[in-house]
């Protein structure tokens, strides 16, 4: 394979705050979800009124009520902090290289992988970053400062050109 382009990245504390919230952006449940959120907090606080409880109900419903709210509000955080502390790659600060050719592109870690261009899903772009999103649902993150071979401008045409796919522009405030 001639490598036209090389990325040396890693799992930064950017990059996985990128994946939660791409996850989260682009997850196609994400709206009942968060409508799961709302039905069982409004079940808490409704319930002791419904139920006609003692004083001791109401507060532990309410509580209840206010905790599944913090959980629907803060579970990217909460996703984020997870996985700071159980991914390998951010705590032994594995190095990662990706190289782009053709007709595939490598992903070196600590195994190295091979992948056709035909399996990526959906190409995203934020100003820092680009998302490519695999049909296994992996996601790969390239920050655009990393590249070690090539250019972020012409990888970006390169890229659309291999996969026959646009970039969709993401903002996702990191």
Known sequence: MTMLYEVKT???????KAYVKLNDKTRGDRMKS???????????FMTPKALNVA?????VCWIMGILIVILAICRNWFTYVDLLQKD???KERIEITMSFGLPAFEVKGEEKNTYKYHLIEALY???ELFYLRMEDSDLFIIPKDSFTR???EEFR???????EKKFEEVH???
């Open 10 to 16: 890693g799992h930064t504390e950017k990059v996985l």
């Open 34 to 44: 968060m409508m799961r959120y709302v039905i069982l907090a409004g079940l808490f």
């Open 157 to 163: 045409e390169f890229i659309q050109n291999a996969t």
């Open 172 to 174: 996702l405030h990191l």
């Open 125 to 127: 772009e934020d100003s």
């Open 88 to 90: 390998k790659y951010y």
């Open 55 to 59: 004083r001791g109900g109401y507060v």
């Open 150 to 152: 090539g250019n972020p």
